[in-house]
C-alpha cells in the first residue's frame, strides 16, 4: 500500500454567497474549506473523496458572476484534473502528472 494521501485537492471559488455556502458546507468532503468574503478556499490531501459529486454541487449553487478553479490530484493513478469554474459551470481537462511536468522543465519545475 502506497504511503501518503490518494488525493490531493486545492482550490479557489470567488463570487459565492455566504447563503450558498451555508447550504453546501455540510456536504463539503475536504479537509479543509475556508470562506471568507464571498471567496471559498478548498484544500484536501487524504483519502480518496467524490470531489466531483461536490463540484457539481458547488456549481448548481455558484451565481452566474462565480469563477474559480480546482486541482484535483490522484496519487494512485498520477493524474492531474483541472477544473475551471466560469459562469456558475464546470469544465475539466485530466493530464498525466508526468505530462504536465516534462512540458514545463523550461519553467524551472526541477
Known amino acids: 500500500m502506497p504511503v501518503g494521501p490518494d488525493l490531493r485537492v486545492y482550490g479557489e471559488v470567488r463570487g459565492l ?30 483519502r480518496w473523496v467524490d470531489a466531483e459529486e461536490f463540484l457539481a454541487a458547488l456549481a448548481g449553487v455558484a451565481g452566474a ?21 466560469d459562469g456558475g459551470k464546470w469544465s475539466s481537462q485530466t493530464f498525466g502528472i508526468n505530462d504536465v511536468l516534462e512540458n514545463t522543465v523550461k519553467d524551472g519545475n526541477i
Do not use: K, M
Open 17 to 46: 454567497t455566504a447563503a450558498a455556502w451555508a447550504g453546501l458546507a455540510g456536504q463539503c468532503p475536504f479537509e479543509t474549506a475556508e470562506y471568507t468574503d464571498g471567496t471559498l478556499a478548498l484544500e484536501h490531501e487524504g
Open 65 to 85: 458572476d462565480s469563477a474559480g478553479h480546482c486541482d484535483v490530484i490522484d496519487n494512485e493513478a498520477w493524474t492531474i484534473t483541472r477544473w475551471v469554474l
